[in-house]
């Protein structure tokens, strides 16, 4: 039976996010696809756990046959990974995560995050306080204690292992190239050059991000690295903050808007071509920014000329070519990022950039599409669940014998990474972008040979 209507849903709570996003529930006419799609569907085996059965309880707020306060709803409500995969398999198109994110700023009107959301939360919109807080981080991950403690039982050692696994790859180190960052314009590279010039591809701005600059700072100055090298001239971008992403996914929609409106200052005014970012979940809000601050006057306009010239890393390599280096000996299997495939719907460019690796052998993961379970802070919040989506993962990882995970996600990055390392799996988690620059060190040294 169709569950579409041809009048729009009264709401029992007018004036609440859900209010305004409840046309989206009319959408989903319950078929069922999106079932086994759901990680927490196959992980939990529960219809109240999967997308058909969470927009039921979303329909219930909105007719009022379900409380904001009941604790079965925040419950199931609480579960979903935000992965987006049901919107990959609907073929009504539902906007699941819109709905999601604003069930989840309804819910919190009516009741307090969990402590450790508010924290996180709170210390990612202020960067005054994020600042110290991944110094700390470098510092504590430097003394090697994080890989003593990754053993220990329940989220400390899983943290631990996360923090571990942000160390970077020996191998990645030693076939480093160089290139300089110049304000508007780098110039000359290790490869040979000045590859702006010589393939004017234009102007691109970095996402530096939080997560990112703070543990993955090397990535960012590969990402520097490989756009130069592969046409793209670089300028900085002073003012720009955290993306917003956890907030708006935790249902902190305030404060997901006032991290956008700086980034959009900050991007807007840099005036380049493309924005280049390199974290799925990044580039998935910020290509949201229009939608979120569609209804912000002063910054609307703005928001969606920065929407707009979002681009994922991958996109632009693969516009560029991209250009080929050394060759790179590994065995190598990649994992998608959710929010690179199911968000904004990227599948080949990731696997194009890997398959002008020369020597790099890539070998196919068994239901890479499937979420890992990192999700933002969910596996601080939802530790269990996450562990359970997380564990078929690890299998197949390690089935393929690959010596090297690529994914484009930070949160992946340290999920798939902090579990390998429990599991005593002897491979690790990189990110693509790594392993191309990596291959630019092996051809500039053998063009210096």
């Known amino acids: 039976m169709s569950a579409h209507r041809a009048t729009p849903l009264p709401c029992a709570l007018p004036g609440s996010p859900l209010d305004a996003a409840k046309a989206g529930i009319d959408a989903c006419v319950h078929c069922g696809f999106c079932l086994q799609a759901c990680p927490t569907y196959l992980a939990l085996d529960d219809e109240n756990d999967s997308p058909r059965g969470r927009i039921l309880l979303m329909r219930g707020l909105v007719e009022g046959t379900l409380a904001p306060t009941d604790d079965a709803v925040r419950t199931h409500i609480d579960r979903c990974l935000g992965c987006r995969a049901c919107e990959t398999a609907c073929p009504s198109g539902v906007p699941y995560g819109h709905l999601l994110e604003a069930t989840r700023a309804t819910l919190a009107e009516y009741d307090r995050q969990p402590f450790v959301a508010r924290m ?54 030693g076939n480093r190239h ?50 130069h090298r592969n046409g793209y001239s670089l300028r900085d971008t002073p ?130 599409d499937q ?20 564990a078929p993962k690890l299998e197949r990882i390690e089935r393929t014998g690959a010596r090297y995970v690529a994914t484009g996600n930070p949160g992946c990055l340290m999920q798939i990474g902090a579990g390998l390392r429990r599991a005593g799996v002897n491979a690790r988690a990189v990110h693509p972008v790594d392993l191309l620059d990596s291959s630019y060190g092996v051809g500039a040294r053998g063009q210096k040979s």
Request: aromatic content about 4%; overall charge negative; glycine content about 10%.
């Open 371 to 390: 979420c890992c379970g990192a999700a933002g802070i969910y596996s601080l919040v939802e530790p269990e669940t996450s562990a359970a989506v997380l």
């Open 120 to 173: 996180v939360l709170g210390v990612f919109r202020r960067e005054w306080l994020l600042r110290p807080v991944l110094a700390g981080a470098r510092l504590l991950r430097a003394t090697g204690i994080p890989s003593l403690l990754a053993r220990l039982p329940g989220r400390l050692g899983f943290a631990m292992a996360m923090l571990a696994s942000t160390r970077r790859e020996a191998v990645l180190d």
């Open 239 to 368: 003012g720009q903050q955290c993306c917003g992403a956890l907030h708006a996914h935790a249902g902190d929609m305030e404060g997901a808007r006032a991290l956008a409106r700086a980034n959009v200052r900050a991007f807007d005014a840099a005036g380049t071509d493309v924005i280049a970012v390199n974290s799925a979940g990044c580039g998935a809000m910020m290509k949201e920014y229009a939608h979120l601050l569609a209804d912000d006057p002063p910054f609307a306009e703005a928001a969606a000329r920065v929407s707009a010239r979002v681009r994922d890393i991958s996109e632009l390599l693969v516009a560029a070519g991209p250009a080929r280096g050394g060759s790179l000996p590994l065995t190598v299997t990649y994992d998608a990022p959710c929010h690179l495939m199911h968000a904004q719907r990227i599948v080949t460019p990731p696997l194009s950039v890997l398959g002008a690796i020369d020597g790099l052998t890539l070998v196919p993961l068994e239901d890479a």
């Open 178 to 227: 160089t290139a300089t960052r110049d304000g508007a314009r780098p110039v000359g590279s290790a490869v040979g050059g000045d590859p702006a010039e010589l393939h004017g591809l234009g102007s691109a701005a970095v996402l530096l991000g939080c997560v990112m600059e703070g543990l993955f700072a090397e990535t960012n100055r590969a990402t520097e690295r490989v756009l």
